[in-house]
């Protein structure tokens, strides 16, 4: 394609109604279609990241391979399309701001006064410009944060105006409504949509394509109504009722033809539709996998999208072995040594989550202790294998006082350390170890057996790590070191062989994987599991 096209996503009504899956289900669709597509997201807030928001205000923090924590949504971008997000995959509003402030205490403005208008909205422009012109996509599709009408998205719904009215047909506004369904009066709703768009016509933007989200079927009644009330084309009012799996979505879409609206509507050719394979034999083997293991999340969060891609991860890596993930949140809060096992009962597989801070902690470090002395599969993930390496400390190498340096800082056996690259940094906002790095694998150890192959990469977000002066110590007690940063020597990965399935990773493999491309770690975890189960 010549021009780089720009798809916008757009929401109304309410919030949670999965514009990320739209997105990602848009460039699913495209990329079937043979074009190259990247998503981005813009979000409203004034945060410069999520990386410093607590989990209960935005769910998880996503970090991409090159070290920007971002918000969630770009791990369904990856894990629908197996495109690689960056830094200028995700926006927020402080990041513009900052970007807008830097270029006026440098002078760049040249004595200007700085407005909304048009600084900051060029700015927007200028990010969502670039990142289609740099790697010459087909489509850029960003996706708008909050809903319309919110005040602090009036700037970019403003700057998606002017790209509208400069671009002319190279871009494309997708709204996404919701049609509530009253039960008193048994009716499906269309005026909230038609307000919403009214909203949006206001501040100059006309909806090429509507998507409403729904809990029951909508006639087609009720899709001509809301096409000739919103100046919309009938085929282009498309409706994603509620299925079972987000994985269905992109499929969903293709049956209505949303891909088509799109391509027609920016005037490209329409060729045959594409038969999206691999991915309708995921959703056949998921929806034969019906018999269940039972995996648990040992976490202080007790909230769906505070672990999504661990639990994305699960789920995927279930399907491939022909299972259905159950995920079972277990609050580590309450986990103590008399009640752990009742805690734990009827898990095949027990996860230690990642996380921040003294809370929680030690439900962590107990249930560690259980599912090792048990020998039930256990998977530590950064905070998960840190706690897995302090409780082996305690009951096998006998220091009763081991910690991590996060939560005592004057132990003597800070079995987990700080960095010493970590040590005088006081600003808390983007400066973990962040993003993706390389690991060496040691021959023979059964993680090398999982990923079949010497040097792996993986992305990380953590400020402590293994101590490598009890590394000896750990090896000779059975604790094995066996992944490894071979410019720094830091321990990424620590596993004990004789049991059925313990590992602890000190990055998070959660961010690799993706529907297409299962990872192996989560793939032979529920493997094991499900082994485990049948014992
Ligand atoms: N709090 C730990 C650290 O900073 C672990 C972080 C995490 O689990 N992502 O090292």
Known sequence: ????????????????????????????????????????????????????????????????????????????YER????????????????????????????DYLGKTIQVVPHITDEIKRNVKLLGKKN?????????????????????????????????????????????????????KTKPTQHSVKELQSIGIQPDILVLRTEKHLNDGILKKVAAFCNVDFDCVIQSEDLPSIYEVPVNMQNQGLDVAILKKIGEPIDAKPGLGPWKNFLERRAKATEEVRIGLVGKYD????????????????????????????????????????KLEGLDGVVICPGFGQRGIEGKVIAAHYTRTHNIPTFGICLGMQMMV????????????????????????????????????????????????????????????MYKESIIQERHRHRYEFNNEFQQEYERAGMKCVGRN??????????????????????????????????????????????????
């Open 1 to 76: 394609m010549a021009e780089t096209k720009y798809i916008f996503v757009t929401g109304g009504v309410v919030s949670s109604l999965g514009k990320g899956i739209i997105s990602s289900s848009i460039g699913k669709l495209l990329q079937a279609r043979g074009y190259n597509i990247t998503i981005q997201k813009f979000d409203p807030y004034i945060n410069i990241d999520p990386g410093t928001l607590n989990p209960y205000e935005h769910g998880e923090c996503y970090v991409t391979v090159d070290g920007m924590e971002t918000d969630l949504d770009l791990g369904h």
């Open 80 to 107: 629908f399309t197996d495109i690689q997000t960056t830094k200028a995959n995700s926006l927020t509003t402080g990041r513009i701001y900052k970007a807008v402030i830097d270029k006026e205490r440098r002078g």
């Open 136 to 188: 010459h996509y087909d489509f850029v599709i960003t996706e708008i944060g909050g809903t319309v009408g919110d005040i602090e998205s009036t700037p970019f719904l403003e700057a998606i105006r002017q790209l509208k009215w400069e671009l002319g047909k190279d871009a494309i506004c997708v709204h996404l409504t919701y049609v509530p369904y009253l039960k008193a009066a048994q009716e499906l």
């Open 303 to 342: 909230l769906q999208d505070a672990y999504k891609s661990i639990r994305e991860s699960l789920s995927q890596a279930g399907t491939y072995n022909d299972h259905k993930t159950v995920l079972v949140f277990v609050n580590s809060e309450k986990i103590t040594r008399e009640n752990v096992a009742e």
């Open 390 to 449: 302090v409780e082996f400390a305690r009951n096998v190498l006998g220091y009763d006082d081991a910690n991590s340096r996060e939560i005592d800082e004057t132990t003597e056996h800070n079995v987990i350390d700080i960095m010493e690259e970590q040590k005088n940094i006081t600003n808390m906002g983007g400066t973990m170890r962040l993003g993706a790095y390389e690991c060496i694998l040691k021959q023979g150890s059964r993680v090398f057996d």
């Open 486 to 535: 071979p410019e720094s020597n830091l321990v990424e990965i620590v596993e004990i062989p004789g049991l059925k399935w313990y590992v602890g990773t000190q990055f998070h493999p959660e961010y690799q994987s993706t529907v297409l491309k299962p990872h192996p770690l989560f793939v032979d975890f529920v493997k094991t599991a499900i082994e485990n189960k049948k014992k």
